[in-house]
C-alpha cells in the first residue's frame, strides 16, 4: 500500500470567477489543470504550506479561510488526499512562476478544461454550489 501525500489547494475566486493553473508539460499530469497549491512538508500545517506555495508558484500573499471540500485519490503513481482551502489573494498579482497558464473560468467553462482526475469531485461541487458554497 502506498503512503498517502497530503496536499493543499486554494479555490481563489474573483467574483464569478476562479483561477485554474496549467501544469508544466515536464512534470506528471502535464498540461492538465489544477487548482494552486502543492505538498504539505513536514512540520507544516495545511493553510501554511498553501501560503508558501502561492508564494512559491504565483508570487502572491493569500488569506486562507475554511476547507472548501476534501478528496482522496489514488493515482498510478501516488495516493493522495488533497485539500482545497477558500482563499484568496491579499497581496500581488498571480504571476506564472511554475505553471504553463493561468486562468479565470467560471463554473460553465469548467467542461472546456482537461483537470487532473483528483479534482472531479471538487469540480462538481463547485457547479452545484456556486456561488453559495
Not at 8 to 16: C, F, G, M, Q
Not at 68 to 75: K, P
Not at 80 to 96: C, D, E, R
Not at 102 to 126: K, M, V
Request: with cysteine; hydrophobic share 40%; glycine share 6%.
Amino acid at each position: 500500500m502506498q503512503k498517502q501525500t497530503e496536499v493543499v489547494a486554494a479555490l481563489i475566486r474573483n467574483e464569478d470567477r476562479f483561477m485554474i493553473c496549467q501544469r508544466p508539460a515536464h512534470k506528471a499530469r502535464g498540461l492538465l489543470w489544477e487548482f494552486v497549491g502543492g505538498k504539505v512538508e513536514q512540520g507544516e500545517t495545511g493553510p501554511e504550506a498553501l501560503r508558501r506555495e502561492c508564494r512559491e508558484e504565483l508570487a502572491v500573499e493569500v488569506d486562507v479561510g475554511a476547507v472548501f471540500m476534501e478528496v482522496t485519490h489514488a493515482y498510478p503513481d501516488l495516493l493522495v488526499h488533497l485539500t482545497l482551502y477558500n482563499a484568496s489573494i491579499v497581496s500581488g498579482t498571480p504571476q506564472k512562476l511554475e505553471h504553463n497558464d493561468i486562468r479565470w473560468i467560471t463554473p460553465a467553462e469548467i467542461p472546456q478544461y482537461a483537470f487532473c482526475p483528483a479534482d472531479e469531485g471538487i469540480l462538481n461541487r463547485i457547479r452545484t454550489v456556486w456561488p453559495r458554497g
